[in-house]
């Protein structure tokens, strides 16, 4: 459900409201039968993690990962927020809306530009109200950074900003993986 709010909230409002819990990393174990004793056993499954939210020690898990993806969770969201707004010119977040879908295996912030960003030369793409950051702790889509002039709501509203932004050459998509640096 949402939450209408007379001003635009804090970084910290705006998390407490829309994503107050982390994703986190637990091992993976599933159970099989033990050849000696025919006996179920738990064993770890190498190289894959379980996602899972750090507020609901019994809520269904978001997803398996490999090992070797990267989370990018809430707390980077707000950090990527900020560091766009800075690159924008005003340093000021306007989070215009953010939550998330099925459970938190998707999660979007919507922030909202001062001015609206023009973009010339293309046709349907002169101005854009706001920039979308998505992601999916389930492992279904990428990081994503979006503008766009859909106002993300909902799973609906979700896609046709995927869509909105893809159409017009303003989404820029962040795989999950590690990289490996070497000197």
């Not at 033990?34 to 064993?43: I, L, Y």
């Amino acid at each position: 459900l949402g939450k209408v709010l007379n001003e635009y909230p804090t970084r910290e409002e705006a998390k407490q409201i829309a994503l107050p819990w982390e994703p986190t990393i637990e091992p993976l174990y599933r159970v099989i039968a033990d050849p000696e004793t025919g006996k179920n056993k738990a064993v770890r499954v190498p190289e894959f993690d379980l996602v899972v939210r750090d507020d609901d020690p019994v809520a269904p898990p978001l997803g398996v990962k490999p090992e070797t993806r990267s989370l990018v969770t809430n707390e980077e969201m707000f950090d990527i927020a900020e560091a766009l707004m800075k690159g924008e010119g005003s340093g000021k977040v306007l989070y215009e809306t953010g939550g998330s879908l099925k459970g938190g295996r998707k999660v979007w912030l919507l922030l909202r530009f001062e001015e609206p960003f023009r973009i010339g030369g293309r046709s349907g793409t002169e101005t854009i109200a706001y920039y979308g950051l998505q992601n999916a702790h389930d492992g279904s889509g990428a990081f994503r950074g979006q503008g766009t002039n859909v106002c993300i709501v909902c799973d609906n509203t979700s896609h046709m900003a995927d869509m909105d932004a893809t159409a017009k050459g303003t989404e820029f998509v962040f795989r999950h993986t590690c990289l490996l640096y070497t000197s």
